[in-house]
């Protein structure tokens, strides 16, 4: 009876034994085949349609538009020593000096933005406050265009009564493009879309 109790130990043993031997068997053919196998298309499909899809959203409020805008002006020397400033409250508005008559007076221009079709955006002439004076806004935008150099990418007309910032012309140093999607004051939303060459 030992025996009996002794072989069925043995066997299942034995059994066990070798049931495990085949499972690491089979494991181990199962991994040499796979990584041998090439691999799908999926990842490059996946990667082609990464790099297509290389636009981005940005949405911005007043007071980081601010700061992004004043940095830029500072860091770019717009001017040419003249100081200039941007800040939007409920219009756009850009302060800086001119010259009139030999006297250096600050100007404020209030502007109202519109986006065009292709992203860029067209700042139309509200009201303008030089001093005391009360001068046409054709005039005093072409003061402005004669006293600051401003970006290729800047377009000060006079005769329009605007300033259009063409965005698409914009050059950055990391190849990034740059579109106006939503400008909207009272709701503090400015959304610009971003994409990589």
């Not at 085949?22 to 799908?40: C, D, F, K, S």
């Amino acid at each position: 009876m030992r025996n009996k109790q002794a072989s069925k130990r043995i066997n299942r043993w034995f059994l066990g034994f070798w049931t495990l031997v085949v499972v690491i068997i089979l494991g181990l053919g199962t991994g040499i085949v796979l990584a041998n196998t090439p691999a799908t298309n999926d990842t490059a499909s996946q990667v082609n349609t990464t790099n297509a899809d290389s636009s981005f959203d940005i949405v911005l409020n007043k007071d980081q538009l601010n700061k992004l805008a004043n940095h830029y002006l500072k860091t770019q020397h717009v001017g040419q020593g003249q100081a200039i400033a941007f800040a939007i409250n409920n219009y756009v508005n850009i302060y800086g000096k001119v010259n009139v008559l030999g006297q250096s007076l600050d100007v404020g221009i209030a502007m109202v933005p519109h986006v065009t079709a292709e992203g860029n955006i067209i700042l139309k002439a509200h009201a303008i406050n030089v001093g005391q004076l009360q001068l046409p806004t054709r005039l005093v935008l072409g003061i402005f265009a004669r006293t600051y150099k401003v970006p290729a990418w800047v377009s000060i007309k006079p005769r329009q009564n605007e300033i259009d910032l063409q965005l698409d012309q914009l050059k950055t140093v990391n190849g990034f493009n740059f579109s106006a999607k939503t400008i909207d004051i009272p709701a503090d939303k400015f959304q610009f879309e971003g994409r990589i060459k």
